[in-house]
């Protein structure tokens, strides 16, 4: 009888888990905008969150979100709310693309230039390409050509170029060849990529992306993985 109960209770223990799991993506879609976007379950995706274990940070733009975020190139791009001078690890190994680095924070209550913005991308092996932006001056601590492993810290955070306040603004885009030719005349190449639905490996469920934080304002923690 004892056995018999054990392992009731364990059945039903792990049918509660899977239906809160199945409660909570059901809640997070009603403040999704993305509406068929194919984002992949935290347990198989390859990334982590841009900052380090232990630290929590609160989203202040998500996905496919009425703000600059909308659509295209933006549309699956990330605001995270942090100060400036925050360690800014890669979510994903790969090599360092472009560095830019020599612009000054903005003042607080001035809105700078988009293309004023420091940033480091971090190219993956299956083509993609990590996009870190609005990094404070000298705040790449890796070189065009760096390899970077996941979890490293790569930049510091900061307050440049097209932005109302500091955060970190990241996106991960498509592989070129997955990209659009929008040079119609032969023999040029003018690629269009769009970012691409992420996940993370590293914190609480999020099947549908990470939620901005009117619906979370206790923010992500970045886990041990």
Known sequence: MKKLLLVLSLFLLIYACSKDEENLCADSDLGVNCQ???????????????????????????????????????QFAYDINMPIGTNIVAMRSGIVGKVIESFEDLEPGTVG????????????????EAQYVHLTL?????NEGDSVIQGEI????GNTGYTTGPHLHFQVMQALTECEDTDDRPNYIR?????????????????????????????????PY
């Open 36 to 74: 068929g976007a194919d984002y992949v379950k935290n347990s198989d995706s390859p990334y982590v969150l841009p900052w380090e274990t232990g630290k929590t940070f609160s989203i202040g733009q998500g996905n496919c979100t009425e703000g600059s975020h909308s659509l295209g190139q933006l």
């Open 138 to 142: 000298n705040g790449a601590l890796k």
């Open 154 to 157: 790569i930049a510091l955070s």
């Open 191 to 223: 690629y269009f990529c769009n970012s691409i639905p992420i996940t993370f490996k590293n914190t609480s469920e999020h099947c549908f992306g990470l939620l901005d934080s009117k619906l979370m304002p206790n923010g992500y923690t970045a886990e």
């Open 113 to 128: 230039l988009a293309d004023e913005a420091n940033y480091i991308t971090v190219k993956h092996d299956d083509g993609t």
